[in-house]
């Protein structure tokens, strides 16, 4: 049972490149969520979603986008990358809309713009 | 929103001793409250939740405890082992219908020493 898959594992980006961040799940799980790691600063959201073709916006959605086009797969995009989205990103997943649930998380993304 | 802290940002114990990581949160609406342990190059990993109608939970030689009135939790490890040392992240969550989300604390890194 893989869980939450993220890829790629590791990525260095030039300024002003983009590119798209893949998690996929294989728990059948309604919400998906994109968070970024920074040393001292815990887990941010950047986006969400409550279901396959939705998404809404986290605490830290800038220069983010993302996609739900498949229930299992929830991608998310760097239209234009900046030094500050140099970050580890997690992808986590959960079951349903309760309050109680739980979220099962990806190994990450570690992100580099130089 | 909801504002998470965890203190120390560091702890380090002995081998064998307890260790104690505090957090405190601040919106009193807050009924879920789940505790991450996060390795080396891998994603957190739930180890243990509370639910705010419980006072205490244990799981082997882990417990965390809740104090609404005080609006805080802690998480204990008792006969700490090397594998204990990770980062271990603590969580709130606001039951809010279908919009339910975590707010993290930023962590404290746990070191037990052989």
């Known amino acids: 049972n893989a869980g939450v898959t993220q890829t790629p594992k590791f990525r260095v980006l030039k300024t002003g490149q983009s590119m798209t961040l893949l998690c996929a799940q294989d728990?059948?799980?309604?919400?998906m969520y994109w968070y970024r790691q920074d040393p001292g600063m815990g887990l941010r959201l950047i986006h969400y979603?409550?279901?396959?073709?939705?998404?809404a916006k986290g605490e830290v959605p800038d220069g983010y986008n993302v996609s739900r086009l498949k229930k299992q797969n929830f991608l998310l995009g760097l239209e234009s990358a900046a030094p500050s989205q140099t970050s580890v990103y997690f992808c986590?997943?959960?079951?349903?809309?309760?309050?109680?649930?739980?979220?099962?998380f990806g190994d990450g993304t570690r992100l580099s713009i130089l | 929103g909801e504002n998470v802290e965890q203190h120390p940002s560091t702890l380090s114990v002995q081998e064998g001793d307890s260790a104690v990581i505090k957090c405190t949160y601040s919106?009193?609406?807050?009924?879920?409250f789940p505790w991450y342990k996060q390795e080396l190059g891998k994603g957190p990993q739930l180890i243990i939740d509370?639910?705010?109608?419980?006072g205490e939970k244990k799981d082997q030689r882990i417990a965390v405890t809740l104090n609404k009135t005080a609006k805080h939790f802690s998480l204990h490890i008792t006969e700490t082992q090397p594998e204990d040392s990770a980062v271990y992240f603590c969580?709130?969550?606001?039951?809010?219908?279908?919009?339910?989300?975590?707010?993290f604390g930023k962590g404290i890194t746990l070191s037990v020493r052989p």
């Open positions: 986590a997943s959960s079951r349903t809309t309760g309050p109680w649930e739980s979220q099962h």
């Open positions: 728990m059948n799980h309604e919400y």
């Open positions: 979603s409550v279901g396959e073709g939705t998404t």
């Open positions: 919106d009193s609406a807050s009924n879920y």
């Open positions: 509370i639910r705010s109608n419980v």
């Open positions: 969580a709130a969550s606001i039951s809010s219908g279908a919009n339910s989300k975590l707010t």
